[in-house]
């Protein structure tokens, strides 16, 4: 039979074995998730400056066609008050 004291070195030793590898595992699933975090973090940011591009292409868009928009309302309101001008010239 082995000795008590020897026997409770031994199984603290597993304990300790034991601890060591689960704080290694905590330590390399901690690494995953940091790297995973920061993958999302930065495909977030990249989605996000593609959107804040093309909202900005749009902005833009949208404001060429307002001042196209004024223009062409502006030429037609001259062209009708110049209809009505000449009609009244005629005598009309």
């Known amino acids: 039979?082995?000795?008590p004291a020897t026997a409770m070195l031994v199984e603290m030793g597993q304990v300790k074995g034991q601890l060591t590898a689960m704080t290694e595992m905590l330590?390399?699933?901690h690494a995953?998730?940091?790297?995973r975090i920061e993958d999302l973090s930065q495909s977030v940011n990249t989605r996000f400056d593609g959107l804040e591009a093309r909202l900005s292409t749009l902005e833009k868009n949208e404001r060429g066609t307002a001042i196209r928009a004024a223009g062409t309302?502006?030429?037609?309101?001259?062209i009708v008050a110049a209809g009505?001008?000449?009609?009244r010239g005629m005598g009309h």
């Open 73 to 78: 309302g502006a030429l037609a309101g001259a």
């Open 32 to 35: 995953a998730t940091q790297t």
């Open 27 to 29: 330590r390399q699933n």
């Open 84 to 87: 009505i001008a000449a009609m």
């Open 1 to 3: 039979m082995s000795d």
